[in-house]
């Protein structure tokens, strides 16, 4: 149902496979961490099984697939060497998707204001951010240790749009005819967990092509092969044209 003009009042970024290619060095790490005790998989199954969640829920989901049982100690100690892992991966060297950055510059030049939600950690989000140089961009930042609920569930959506009122109480979001969307916020996701947590959480969803073909992504209101198709005018767009 279309509800008339909408503003472009804020825009929510996800992290890993929207702004940076980041997975196979997730990938890498989970593999280093987990090859010791037999639980490595290929990246095929890795991008079929495990990609939407974050560290503790991938690894809580690797064990039960494997029949393993997970002690709290296990479990705390392959977090933190995951981490290490990929913060050893991240220090050689990462680049965003073509386009990221300058649709990241566009919109903060124009004074909307940027958040992400993401089921990484805080500390590898930062550090990827300064390392491109687009740290500064982004007012709000939730991640994996702000959460207690992963994606799908849409506690990191609805933590980034608190977030993001509290910061900017100018911004009036007002509800949709359902009395739940927030009107005027643009998501930006990769996969079919993350559009669901967004759209869960009442938000407009964008996704881009770089980590499911199209087909898979077709619960976002609107789909694109790329990220560098979008710029500041579509998104503006897209709320015009590509309400539910």
């Not at 890993?16 to 998989?41: I, M, N, T």
């Not at 392959?78 to 919109?107: H, P, Q």
């Amino acid at each position: 149902m279309n509800t008339g003009p909408v503003e472009l009042k804020a825009v929510i970024f996800d992290f890993d496979g929207v702004l940076v290619d980041s997975e196979p060095l997730h990938y890498q790490a989970f593999c280093d961490v987990l090859k010791p005790l037999g639980l490595a998989h290929s990246y095929d199954v890795y991008m079929e099984r495990y990609i939407g969640f974050d560290d503790r829920d991938a690894i809580r989901a690797v064990f039960q697939d494997a029949g393993r049982p997970l002690d709290t100690d296990r479990f705390q100690r392959l977090l933190r060497d995951k981490e290490a892992a990929f913060k050893r991966i991240v220090s050689r060297g990462v680049v965003s998707f073509e386009g990221a950055k300058e649709l990241v510059d566009e919109i903060f030049r124009a004074g909307v204001p940027l958040a992400i939600a993401s089921g990484a950690k805080s500390d590898e989000i930062r550090l990827i951010l300064e390392k491109l140089g687009m740290l500064d961009a982004f007012s709000v930042i939730v991640s994996a240790d702000d959460v207690t609920a992963g994606k799908p569930h849409p506690e990191t959506y609805q933590r980034a749009l608190a977030g993001l009122l509290s910061r900017y109480p100018d911004l009036s979001l007002t509800p949709g005819s359902n009395g739940a969307s927030a009107q005027g916020v643009v998501v930006i996701e990769d996969t079919p967990t993350g559009i669901q947590a967004a759209r869960n959480a009442g938000l407009f969803v964008v996704a881009v092509g770089h980590t499911y073909s199209l087909s898979d992504l077709h619960q976002a209101h609107w789909v694109v092969p790329r990220i560098a198709d979008l710029n500041l005018a579509r998104l503006r767009e897209a709320l015009l044209t590509h309400r539910p």
